[in-house]
């Protein structure tokens, strides 16, 4: 019976000799957990498909290297921010016409500063961290998608699988939360 490799030992065979074995190992470990982790940021199962199969394409093709010095990283949190990274980019639509639309908004709004951005100026000695703990999951989960992610409405919609007008509603909610636990 073969021994279980480590998979520090896997990712070193699949970079330096392209070992389809390993790859298999690897995603056989890996692509269930990816997938359901993905699925509680996404309700749209054919993009955390496609995000899945890019995130493991980039490890096969070498495009993303594991770095393991120090053990600082595992490979599960590796493969998480390699495949978040691309659900981010899969739901924004990263062609050229989105890309346009994104330096419009920037341009048409540079000037005006953000409800976020108000909120945070205003905040010298709040509490932030315990303010966004008492949000409700749903609360915090638009907050992820438009604040922290760079979403647009319709944009965190697909990833969260509610309707534009529900995003709206709950991040409205979510910042007005927001400011009476920091005034």
Do not use: N
């Amino acid at each position: 019976m073969s021994e279980t490799r480590s998979d520090g030992e896997l990712l070193r065979a699949i970079a330096a000799d392209g070992d389809r074995h390993a790859f298999e190992e690897l995603y056989r470990r890996y692509a269930p957990w990816l997938t359901a982790r993905m699925r509680s940021r996404c309700a749209d199962a054919a993009i955390v498909d496609d995000v899945v199969q890019e995130t493991f394409l980039a490890v096969w093709r070498g495009t993303a290297r594991f770095r393991a010095e120090g053990h600082s990283e595992d490979a599960a949190g590796w493969l998480w921010r390699i495949g978040s990274r691309r659900l981010v980019d899969a739901v924004r639509g990263d062609g050229a016409r989105g890309r346009l639309r994104q330096t419009l908004a920037r341009l048409r709004h540079r000037d005006e500063a953000s409800a976020e951005e108000r909120v945070l100026a205003g905040v010298e000695h709040g509490d932030l961290a315990g303010a966004l703990t008492r949000l409700s999951p749903e609360l915090r989960a638009v907050l992820q998608a438009t604040v922290i992610d760079g979403l647009t409405t319709r944009e965190a919609a697909v990833l969260l699988g509610i309707p534009p007008g529900t995003v709206k509603t709950r991040a409205q909610r979510a910042r007005k939360q927001l400011r009476e636990a920091l005034a």
